[in-house]
């Protein structure tokens, strides 16, 4: 039996998905549905990941907006393929557009035009954020963002990676992405 799957994202925890598919009904035993609090700027995203592995041929996956799936034309059209190819049916319905099998010229097209907008409009956020924090800093009053950890979770952190721990282990047991640790690791001077 076929499944209504559905994907939500917001860029961070503090954000809401509850106006993603507000009004849907999202109960049900023929319903399942995901939910990440992560950037769209990458596919490593835990719930997306599980998503795209649980879908099958039949199943419909509803994603409320296309720059809800992907923040590049690139990725966006690789996981469209693959789901597709799998027969899957993939529907965004701010866009109101549904992909099943082989599309079209014309759907691929206007497909391709609204994920370059969504990949514009990233970008342009970007240089928007980038020159505030440019603008506030000159003022003095930007001071970055607050540490993710203490100073004694720091040096804790850099004895670790002194001992040799794996970098992911080091990175789960404090809570922070690969990057973030790399940061710690600089700042540290401690030799990778």
Same mark, same amino acid.
């Given at each position: 039996?076929?499944?209504?799957?559905?994907?939500? #994202?917001?860029?961070?925890?503090?954000?809401?998905?509850?106006?993603?598919?507000? =009004?849907?009904?999202?109960?049900?035993?023929?319903?399942?549905?995901? &939910?990440?609090?992560?950037? =769209?700027?990458?596919?490593?995203?835990?719930?997306? !990941? #599980?998503?795209?592995?649980?879908?099958?041929?039949?199943?419909?996956?509803?994603?409320?907006?296309?720059?809800?799936?992907?923040?590049?034309?690139?990725?966006?059209?690789? !996981?469209?393929?693959?789901?597709?190819?799998? $027969?899957?049916?993939?529907?965004?319905?701010?866009?109101?557009?549904?992909?099943? =099998?082989?599309?079209?010229?014309?759907?691929? @097209?206007?497909?391709?035009?609204?994920?370059?907008?969504?990949?514009?409009?990233?970008?342009?956020?970007?240089?928007?954020?980038?020159?505030?924090?440019?603008?506030?800093?000159?003022? $003095?009053?930007? #001071? =970055?963002?607050?540490?993710? @950890?203490? &100073?004694?979770?720091?040096?804790?952190? @850099?004895?670790?990676?002194?001992?040799?721990?794996?970098? !992911? &282990?080091?990175?789960?047991?404090?809570?922070?992405?690969?990057?973030?640790?790399?940061?710690?690791?600089?700042?540290?001077?401690?030799?990778?």
């Amino acid at each position: 039996m076929s499944q209504q799957v559905y994907y939500k #994202r917001v860029s961070t925890a503090d954000q809401n998905t509850a106006r993603q598919f507000d =009004g849907f009904d999202l109960t049900g035993e023929n319903v399942k549905v995901f &939910e990440d609090h992560a950037s =769209g700027k990458n596919m490593d995203r835990p719930e997306l !990941t #599980r998503c795209l592995e649980y879908v099958r041929e039949g199943d419909i996956l509803n994603v409320w907006s296309i720059d809800r799936l992907a923040r590049n034309l690139g990725q966006l059209q690789r !996981t469209v393929e693959e789901l597709t190819a799998k $027969g899957v049916v993939v529907k965004f319905h701010k866009e109101n557009m549904t992909f099943a =099998g082989k599309a079209d010229n014309m759907q691929t @097209l206007l497909f391709q035009i609204l994920g370059s907008f969504a990949e514009f409009e990233r970008a342009v956020n970007r240089e928007r954020a980038a020159e505030g924090i440019a603008r506030a800093k000159s003022e $003095g009053k930007y #001071r =970055g963002r607050k540490p993710k @950890l203490s &100073e004694s979770q720091a040096k804790e952190l @850099l004895q670790m990676v002194h001992d040799r721990y794996s970098k !992911t &282990e080091i990175a789960q047991k404090f809570g922070i992405s690969r990057t973030q640790l790399y940061q710690y690791i600089e700042r540290g001077n401690v030799a990778k």
